[in-house]
Nanobody, 112 residues
Framework: QVQLVESGGGLVQPGGSLRLSCAASGSTVSIYAMFWYRQAPGKQRELVAFITIGGSTNYADSVKGRFTIARDNAKNTVYLQMNSLKPEDTAVYYC??????WGQGTQVTVSS
């Protein structure tokens, strides 16, 4: 059974940083594309970033240059490093394996 568990969310001031983690069990993150999505209140879920099996990365325009997705195969974990956070980054962040399996989400709130 595949399980994805996100952690690392919280409350941070504008301009601050957070690192989200997505720990996988029952599967191997290195052999699937891994995705981070987010959903703000009243808005549709949007793709934030993804990393391919080969390690290529792609980002939404709104986070390009501020967020970095990375994968640690030894820890079977995918990360989302978020820098220069803005209030509009406030959302529940979800990780997904191959857009098939999903975590429960972690809340990120950017506010002064």
């Amino acid at each position: 059974q595949v399980q994805l568990v996100e952690s690392g969310g919280g409350l941070v001031q504008p301009g601050g940083s957070l690192r989200l983690s997505c720990a996988a069990s029952g599967s191997t993150v290195s052999i699937y594309a891994m995705f981070w999505y987010r959903q703000a209140p009243g808005k549709q879920r949007e793709l934030v970033a993804f990393i391919t099996i080969g390690g290529s990365t792609n980002y939404a325009d709104s986070v390009k240059g501020r967020f970095t997705i990375a994968r640690d195969n030894a820890k079977n974990t995918v990360y989302l490093q978020m820098n220069s956070l803005k209030p509009e980054d406030t959302a529940v962040y979800y990780c997904s394996q191959a857009n098939i399996y999903w975590g429960q989400g972690t809340q990120v709130t950017v506010s002064s």
